[in-house]
T-cell receptor, first 112, second 116 residues
Framework: DAKTTQPTSMDCAEGRAANLPCNHSTISGNEYVYWYRQIHSQGPQYIIHGLKNNETNEMASLIITEDRKSSTLILPHATLRDTAVYYCIVRVAGFGNEKLTFGTGTRLTIIP | NAGVMQNPRHLVRRRGQEARLRCSPMKGHSHVYWYRQLPEEGLKFMVYLQKENIIDESGMPKERFSAEFPKEGPSILRIQQVVRGDSAAYFC??????????????FGPGTRLTVL
């Protein structure tokens, strides 16, 4: 699975959009970009994933560059409950490669 | 629809004892994954199981650790003769059947193992 690079930490004001970048310059054509987050010491929570098109769900938006070498997770209106460690993970979705490889992630702190 | 359940939530063992961690996947899910998180570190994959089969155990330590997912009942992660370095949070995740086990893994709340 391709390696990802994320900033160690970020702050965002409550109510503003939080934009979390991820670099995955060695991504392969059949690898997806996934985002999970871990609030305090809870189990990780799935947020969103995508292959090449931008994706949006009730939690967030995922913007993937045209060359797929980087992406940005956008939380449109951050709340204090969004304070968490956010993990960008790249993996092939197919039989025999189901494990998730977590890096160190970005520690996002929402400031009141 | 209940989520992934793990028990116990906290487990204390003395060095040399055995630890058994249980995971009940979400209803309808037949794929189970175990991850370990050491203090101040990210999660590390340990093992991926389907009913009665170990699919990928590339992250399991070679000794003392074993996992099973029987036809009936929860998945069990077993650690024999625990040492202080086994102290960690152990997370279980599940996903539905399908190609590649599905895209999302749903995580349980974890079991915090403390070895004295």
């Amino acid at each position: 699975d391709a390696k990802t690079t994320q900033p160690t930490s970020m702050d965002c004001a409550e109510g503003r959009a939080a934009n979390l970048p991820c670099n995955h310059s060695t991504i392969s054509g059949n690898e997806y970009v996934y985002w999970y987050r871990q609030i305090h010491s809870q189990g990780p929570q799935y947020i969103i994933h995508g292959l090449k098109n931008n994706e949006t769900n009730e939690m967030a938006s995922l913007i993937i560059t045209e060359d797929r070498k980087s992406s940005t997770l956008i939380l449109p209106h951050a709340t204090l409950r969004d304070t968490a460690v956010y993990y960008c993970i790249v993996r092939v979705a197919g039989f025999g490669n189901e494990k998730l490889t977590f890096g160190t992630g970005t520690r996002l702190t929402i400031i009141p | 629809n209940a989520g992934v359940m793990q028990n116990p939530r906290h487990l204390v063992r003395r060095r040399g004892q055995e630890a058994r961690l249980r995971c009940s996947p979400m209803k309808g899910h037949s794929h189970v994954y175990w991850y370990r998180q050491l203090p101040e570190e990210g999660l590390k994959f340990m093992v991926y199981l389907q009913k009665e089969n170990i699919i990928d155990e590339s992250g399991m330590p070679k000794e003392r650790f074993s996992a099973e997912f029987p036809k009936e009942g929860p998945s069990i992660l077993r650690i024999q003769q625990v040492v202080r370095g086994d102290s960690a949070a152990y997370f279980c995740a599940s996903s539905p059947p399908g190609l590649g086990g599905g895209y999302e893994q749903f995580f349980g709340p974890g079991t915090r193992l403390t070895v004295l």
